[in-house]
């Protein structure tokens, strides 16, 4: 084992892993801790902005409250 072959084989590995990288699209790419509990805070909100519903009588903006399934 000398350092030579040692250089190329991780050269040739991170080669590997960027042109991976590069050619996955985000879609297919791998969720993380991260995701998933920025998923979980957004769903389990309790209002949710309604975006293709007209405006209220007061201007405001309508939302729905997932605790009592009802339009604010």
Not at 7 to 15: D, E, H, M, R, Y
Not at 42 to 67: C, E, M, S, V
Request: hydrophobic letters at 40%; proline letters at 4%; charged letters at 20%.
């Amino acid at each position: 084992m000398s350092m030579q072959g040692v250089a190329n084989a991780t050269i040739g590995t991170l080669l590997a892993d960027w042109i991976r990288l590069g050619l996955t699209k985000d879609m297919n790419k791998q969720a993380t801790k991260g995701d998933l509990v920025e998923l979980v805070k957004h769903i389990t909100k309790r209002y949710h902005k309604i975006l293709n519903h007209p405006p209220r009588q007061d201007g405001a903006l309508p939302y729905f409250d997932l605790h009592t399934n009802s339009i604010k």
